[in-house]
């Protein structure tokens, strides 16, 4: 485990200085690498950048939203589960965050993520399993050195309503309160 700074500040940050919160933060992050070495035990970076890539997972807008957040774009529409291995996957994402994470203006303002579904299908449905779900939600709520303060949907096609029509219940109501969808 590192223990710089700059590895450590990530973690005050996105606490707000906080210092119970942030506690809380470097737990989980290391709970989370402890109990599922599958989906957040990080390879070296250069073994993901060939997956991130590939896929066109997303990118980073030179952009700032109003609130002065850096803006992600996600891309998960074109995935195909039968070609692709779910480690890789969220691995890459993971990488991609951590090193996003590094950043000051991330630090301290947070991020804007935009979820792009354009070409979503029900074979993305039938690939998010309640355990695949955890983890994602997990990543996105308790054990990430950052802040995601808004999620955008964007392009979602029908079939994304049906999907977030049934994992709406299991999303706490602080997350759903950060989630706006547009057509």
């Known amino acids: ?7 450590l500040l990530r973690f005050i940050r996105a606490s707000k200085y906080d210092v119970k919160e942030c506690h809380k933060l470097v737990q989980e992050y290391f709970r989370a690498k402890l109990e599922d070495p599958d989906s957040y035990g990080l390879k070296l970076p250069v073994e993901f950048l060939s997956t991130y890539s590939r896929l066109d997972l997303g990118y980073v807008i030179d952009n700032y ?12 529409g074109d995935l195909d589960p039968y070609k692709e291995v779910w480690s890789d996957i969220v691995g890459a994402i993971l990488c991609s965050c951590e090193a996003l994470s ?4 991330v630090q301290d303002n947070g991020i804007t993520a935009v979820l792009d579904c354009t070409n979503f299908s029900l074979k993305l449905m039938k690939w ?10 997990r990543f996105l709520n308790v054990c990430m050195p950052m802040r995601f303060e808004a999620y955008h949907v964007v392009n979602a096609p029908l079939i994304f309503n049906t999907f977030y029509a049934a994992v709406r219940p299991f999303l706490n109501a602080e997350f759903l309160k950060k989630v706006f969808t547009f057509k």
């Open 65 to 76: 939203d109003v609130f002065g957040r850096r803006i992600a774009v996600v891309k998960l």
């Open 128 to 137: 998010a399993t309640p355990k695949k779900f955890r983890v994602i939600f």
């Open 1 to 7: 485990c590192s223990t710089t700074d700059d590895f």
């Open 102 to 105: 590094l950043e000051r203006d």
